[in-house]
């Protein structure tokens, strides 16, 4: 099999080799990754558990003195340079946490053991890594990922390259964060570990639910090749009576119509509860599904699956606490009838048991069963606005931002002075880059990406105002140079 390189011109290969990842994913769609190498008896088993790590550091203008002029670096990197601010002495330790489940696996393997894990990576966190010098992590990752002994152990998920917020970025742009951090996988760990990544995990757990962005957001995940998506609870519902998923512990089938009545629908795995790195650090989904029993689904038997991600190195209890919790829990759940498992690895087994996906329940982003109660799907756009306006008017909680981790934060809302560079930015990408067609092999294609998708992290909104709304908007200017002297 071919290979892709990991750089390109000195920047990461984001971008250039669409029909070759493309194939890739297709090739892989319809054999199971998991299920030949899995040891869990799953007609005995009465509930595992899923756990999975979100890693992230955004890439910043600190290189330098000067704002305008300062080279772009990763976070951790200004970290390491100032561990004298705040709590950037946690650097060596984050530094340990992105490798660390890599040191963890195979120890564990090696007792006869059984351990799980779900690893998310944004693309802006790998190439700030390997900028560093930080070779060891994907040393240490790169063989948890490729060799066979234990390979069934590490499900990677897929992501947007810069950590991108779906509700709030344009569908042409998230799109190419999907298939950026593709080929930037690709680049690092090799086409064949690419075809075993079948599940996506969303910046933020944010699930769209205005209905067309919705829509375009499911069928980027299902163009690019993904099998399933990583839900909050709180942002999806049920169609029949608008309530929360029943028996959330099941995977779901997510369903998204939008205002020309087209719908897409895509395996859901419902993560439970808020965001908080505790449970996943204390291993609290081990211990839930401990108190559970098989469920039925479709009239068969099966193991509900409790599921949890969390950041993999943010707050003391994670970076203190995991790795002891983790190694017990490991030890205690192997081979017992509440194993840990992935959730591709789930899902092999069940429909191996003979459940299909249609015989999953059904979900659909939240507050849309309100627009369909008063909406035709095929109405148009006009007609869906209209109607959105007018629920909004009438209930004050009735919102169409989207829903993530935290319901009380909007990614639209109060970031005009980063939204309006950043749609400066795209809506160029778009006229000079997108409408004309560069190929994306252009290496002006791919600087400008690079740019564009580093703009787009939600971090820049997330703080909301002060250096990182600065940054933000340092780098959503060269973004606009950029197209403006390149293009």
């Known amino acids: 099999m071919s290979q892709l390189p990991e750089y390109i011109d000195g920047l990461p290969v984001i971008c250039g080799s669409e029909s070759?990842?493309?194939?890739?994913?297709?090739?892989?769609?319809?054999?199971?990754?998991?299920?030949?190498?899995s040891r869990v008896d799953f007609g005995r088993i009465r509930a595992a558990c899923a756990i999975a790590l979100h890693m992230h550091q955004p890439l910043i203008p600190a290189g330098g003195g000067d704002l305008t002029t300062a080279g772009i670096i990763s976070n951790l990197q200004y970290m390491m340079e100032n561990q004298g601010i705040g709590d950037n002495h946690n650097a060596p330790v984050f530094h340990w946490c992105?490798?660390?489940?890599?040191?963890?696996?195979?120890?564990?393997?090696?007792?006869?053991?059984?351990?799980?894990?779900m690893l998310e990576y944004s693309g802006t966190l790998f190439h700030g890594l390997r900028a560093m010098g930080l070779h060891d992590v994907f040393d240490t990752l790169g063989n948890v990922t490729r060799n066979p002994d234990y390979r069934r152990a590490v499900e990677w998920l897929g992501c947007p390259?810069?950590?991108?917020?779906?509700?709030?970025?344009?569908?042409?742009?998230?799109?190419?964060?999907?298939?950026?951090?593709?080929?930037?996988?690709a680049g690092i760990f090799g086409l064949e570990a690419l075809a075993r990544v079948r599940g996506f995990s969303p910046s933020e757990m944010a699930l769209p639910n205005h209905p067309d962005t919705a829509y375009d957001y499911i069928k980027t995940l299902v163009d690019c090749g993904f099998q399933w998506v990583l839900v909050q609870e709180h942002t999806v519902e049920r169609p029949e009576n608008g309530w929360g998923p029943e028996q959330k512990h099941f995977p779901h089938r997510l369903i998204c119509t939008n205002s020309k009545g087209e719908s897409v629908s895509i395996i859901a795995i419902v993560k439970?509860?808020?965001?908080?790195?505790?449970?996943?650090?204390?291993?609290?989904?081990?211990?839930?599904?401990?108190g559970l029993s098989r469920w039925d689904l479709a009239g068969k038997s099966a193991p509900p699956l409790v599921t949890q991600i969390a950041d993999g190195e943010n707050g003391g209890v994670m970076m203190n606490e995991f790795p002891g919790k983790y190694m017990d829990s490991v030890r205690e759940a192997s081979w017992s009838d509440t194993p840990l498992m992935n959730a591709t690895e789930y899902l092999e087994h069940l429909f191996a048991s003979g459940v299909q996906e249609s015989d999953l329940p059904l979900l659909q982003p939240l507050f849309q069963k309100r627009i369909w109660d008063r909406f035709q799907p095929s109405g148009g756009p006009e007609r869906l606005e209209a109607v959105i306006a007018e629920l909004k008017k009438e209930d004050g909680r009735f919102h169409m931002e989207g829903g993530s981790w935290t319901n009380d934060i909007s990614w639209v809302r109060g970031y005009d002075n980063v939204l309006g560079p950043m749609?400066?930015?795209?809506?160029?990408?778009?006229?000079?880059v997108l409408k004309p067609a560069v190929s994306p092999s252009d290496p002006r294609f791919r600087n400008a990406l690079y740019h564009l998708m580093c703009s787009q992290t939600s971090c820049y909104r997330y703080w909301g105002q002060g250096l990182w709304t600065d940054y933000g908007r340092e780098i959503c200017r060269r973004a606009s140079a950029i197209l403006e002297a390149d293009f």
Do not use: C, N
Request: charged share 25%; proline share 8%.
């Open 272 to 290: 439970t509860q808020g965001s908080d790195t505790k449970l996943v650090a204390q291993m609290q989904p081990y211990y839930e599904a401990k």
């Open 98 to 117: 992105y490798k660390r489940m890599g040191e963890f696996i195979p120890q564990l393997i090696h007792e006869g053991k059984e351990p799980r894990i």
């Open 423 to 432: 749609e400066k930015a795209s809506s160029q990408f778009y006229e000079k």
């Open 20 to 37: 070759l990842v493309e194939d890739t994913m297709r090739a892989g769609r319809d054999r199971p990754v998991f299920l030949p190498e």
């Open 161 to 185: 390259w810069g950590h991108a917020v779906a509700p709030s970025t344009p569908a042409q742009d998230f799109r190419l964060h999907v298939k950026a951090w593709q080929h930037h996988f």
